[in-house]
């Protein structure tokens, strides 16, 4: 099984960015995806996750109402849409695969991860 994120790069302020993670390999098992950051100094943190079937997203609180996950179940692709960005949000962005659909926001319940992507927030 394969991860890769893409979409980082470097945003002012206030801008968007959508980050992409591709799947491939043996995907069929998968419960569903995550996104989790890590900024320098800090714990990785838990962003979003949206289960298999796509009808159940959770997001971490600092990133409620701002930021959306999707997925293209055809492309084997999540989606990470982030609005409104904030200097705060700067940080590797990871996205991980977990076999069970269990407590979503904890990251040593995933299975798979990919290689992380960076992301930027500055004027």
């Known amino acids: 099984v394969q991860l890769q994120a893409s979409g980082g790069g470097l945003v002012q302020p206030g801008n968007s960015l959508r980050l992409s993670c591709a799947a491939s390999g043996r995907t069929a098992g998968f419960a569903g995806l995550g996104w989790f950051r890590q900024a320098p100094g800090k714990d990785r943190e838990f962003v979003a996750a949206?289960?298999?079937?796509?009808?159940?997203?959770y997001y971490g609180d600092s990133v409620k109402s701002r930021f959306t996950i999707s997925k293209d179940n055809a492309k084997n692709t999540v989606y990470l849409q982030m609005n409104s960005l904030k200097p705060e949000d700067t940080a590797v962005y990871y996205c991980?695969?977990?076999?069970?659909?269990?407590?979503?926001?904890?990251?040593?319940?995933?299975?798979?991860w990919g290689q992380g992507t960076q992301v930027t927030v500055s004027s």
């Open positions: 949206i289960a298999r079937s796509g009808t159940s997203r």
């Open positions: 991980a695969a977990q076999k069970y659909g269990s407590n979503w926001d904890v990251s040593s319940e995933y299975d798979y």
